[in-house]
């Protein structure tokens, strides 16, 4: 019997962290090899029919020039474009900091888009942290008090490489969420950082986050990068898949081509990206 076809698919792709330096052996990551990954990526995207490709962030591993090399890769790819913003991607010159998502050509740090019934909240989780905002901004400081606190706590992931969205973005967040379910949208929640499971790469206000989607039934996943190796866990049918970085290791590609299905969502994983079939809720 011929499978239904999904109501539409999307390409995923995390962490090509590219520049101009010299592998790291002891994270076994290869700066440099990235374009050609992502290149290979885009061939097997372009062979699809697919309403977008999104990049989970950390496109580059520092410097704004690397923007300049990386790019261009994207250029051939027959889809729409979309990026979200990751911690290296705001490894650049202070003078830099306010032009990383203009650079990637995103409409604002943090958006939404709506396709076939499905909205896309798309995260920016730097907000809050100690590398993205200008010298001298308040969500610096807040950042540091509360770097501060999750050190003091204990905390897996009190490290200077994660961050948060601020408050006011958790309130944009929340709207989004409801007025989705208004319209009868299901949902899918992207940022560079994870929530869920419990990691050292979790972003510092993982508790709200899982208690807001996990509680709001038209919430049916939530993707991320940043931890490299890649997670996935599950609460009370709210998905959360943290795919693999693509400049690790020397040669193997890491990629998804995500189909969506009235009833679930099958992740097909390329490389090292594992394929998973997600049960929707509801």
């Given amino acids: 019997m011929t ?3 999904p109501l539409f698919r999307f390409g995923v792709v995390a962490d090509p962290q590219y ?3 010299e592998p790291h052996a002891g994270m076994d990551r290869y700066y440099e090899n990235s374009p050609a990954k992502l290149k290979a990526a885009i061939e097997v995207f372009n062979a699809e029919d697919l309403s977008f490709v999104i990049t989970l962030g950390d496109i580059i591993d520092r410097d704004f020039k690397s923007f300049d090399a ?3 890769v994207y250029d051939a790819l027959k889809h729409d474009n979309l990026f979200l913003l990751g911690n290296h991607d705001f490894a650049v010159a202070p003078e830099h900091l306010e032009d990383v998502a203009a650079r990637l050509g995103m409409p604002a740090p943090y958006y939404s888009l709506a396709s076939h019934g499905w909205r896309f ?6 907000e809050v942290s100690t ?3 200008p010298e001298g901004h308040p969500y610096r400081e807040i950042a540091v008090e509360k770097l501060a606190e999750l050190r003091a706590a204990g905390a897996i992931n009190a490290e200077a490489w994660n961050a948060m969205i601020s408050d006011r973005q958790f309130d944009w967040l929340k709207a989004e969420i409801a007025d989705a379910a208004e319209r009868g949208e299901r949902v899918i929640v992207m940022n560079h950082y994870p929530v869920y499971p419990p990691n050292q790469h979790d972003c510092w206000d993982r508790e709200r986050m899982i208690e807001l989607l996990t509680k709001s039934p038209n919430v049916m996943a939530y993707f991320n990068g940043h931890n490299h190796v890649g997670n996935y866990g599950a609460i009370e049918g709210c998905h959360f898949v943290n795919f693999k970085g693509m400049v690790d290791t020397e040669t193997e590609n890491t990629f998804a081509i995500v189909d969506v299905h009235a009833d679930r969502i099958e992740i097909r994983g390329f490389g090292r990206e594992e394929s998973r079939v997600l049960a929707l809720r509801g």
């Avoid at 909240?121 to 730097?126: C, K, M, R, T």
């Fill in 3 to 5: 499978q239904p076809l």
């Fill in 19 to 21: 520049a101009a330096r």
């Fill in 70 to 72: 990386i790019l261009p």
């Fill in 121 to 126: 909240i798309v995260l920016d989780g730097n």
């Fill in 131 to 133: 590398f993205a905002p």
